[in-house]
């Protein structure tokens, strides 16, 4: 999938973005480090950037995940990215959801139009039933931009993820699929 809207563009993540995405994380290290787990100073570098992005890349062809990209479309330049991992397929035919921004891209909707796209592609490509989403209760940010793409919250799970060194408590949302007739 490749998508081009005003001022932004969305790829699906390629062996060769290793760099490009090593320059993302160190560039938004400060900006993320609230919402991620602790990252060692190794994680910051090109070498470990380029496994991560191999792992993602296999993963993706063995139908287990798919990692977007969300760049800037003259510069190339990752403005953020947008994830779906942990596909199950059966009688669940899921995903998580995990996204973020660079700090320079905030408030300008672009994280909103992106996940429109890739939420979209997911439902209509991948013919997925349910997206799932989770969120700190204190990072209202993305608590309003799920609820304003459609996601429901289902529920509060306690000392679900550990963030920035501490087990936190996560909200629970989904989204299900719009274009699926046999839903009931």
């Given at each position: 999938?490749n998508?081009i809207?005003?001022g932004?563009s969305?790829?699906?993540?390629?062996h060769?973005?290793?760099?490009?995405?090593s320059?993302?994380?160190?560039e938004?290290?400060q900006?993320?480090?609230?919402?991620?787990p602790?990252?060692?100073?190794r994680?910051?570098?090109?070498?470990?950037a380029?496994?991560?992005?191999d792992?993602q890349v296999?993963?993706?062809?063995?139908?287990?995940?798919?990692?977007?990209?969300?760049?800037?479309?003259t510069?190339?330049?990752?403005?953020?990215?947008?994830?779906?991992?942990?596909?199950?397929r059966?009688?669940?035919?899921a995903?998580n959801l995990?996204?973020?921004?660079?700090e320079?891209?905030?408030g300008?909707?672009?994280?909103k139009?992106?996940?429109?796209?890739?939420?979209?592609?997911?439902?209509?490509?991948?013919n997925l039933?349910?997206i799932m989403a989770?969120?700190?209760?204190?990072?209202l940010r993305?608590?309003?931009?799920?609820?304003?793409?459609g996601?429901?919250?289902?529920?509060?799970?306690?000392?679900?993820?550990k963030?920035a060194?501490?087990?936190?408590?996560?909200?629970l949302?989904?989204l299900?699929?719009?274009?699926d007739?046999?839903?009931?």
């Amino acid at each position: 999938m490749n998508y081009i809207g005003n001022g932004f563009s969305i790829r699906k993540l390629v062996h060769a973005d290793f760099e490009l995405i090593s320059l993302y994380e160190k560039e938004n290290s400060q900006h993320l480090q609230p919402w991620e787990p602790l990252r060692e100073r190794r994680y910051f570098t090109t070498e470990s950037a380029k496994v991560r992005v191999d792992q993602q890349v296999a993963s993706m062809h063995a139908g287990d995940s798919i990692f977007f990209l969300i760049l800037e479309p003259t510069s190339g330049e990752v403005l953020g990215r947008c994830n779906y991992t942990n596909i199950l397929r059966g009688v669940f035919q899921a995903c998580n959801l995990g996204f973020s921004l660079a700090e320079r891209a905030q408030g300008q909707g672009l994280m909103k139009k992106s996940l429109q796209v890739t939420n979209s592609y997911c439902f209509k490509q991948l013919n997925l039933h349910r997206i799932m989403a989770n969120h700190l209760p204190r990072n209202l940010r993305s608590e309003r931009l799920l609820e304003s793409l459609g996601f429901e919250k289902e529920g509060y799970a306690r000392a679900y993820l550990k963030i920035a060194g501490v087990w936190e408590d996560h909200t629970l949302r989904s989204l299900l699929n719009p274009y699926d007739a046999s839903q009931s």
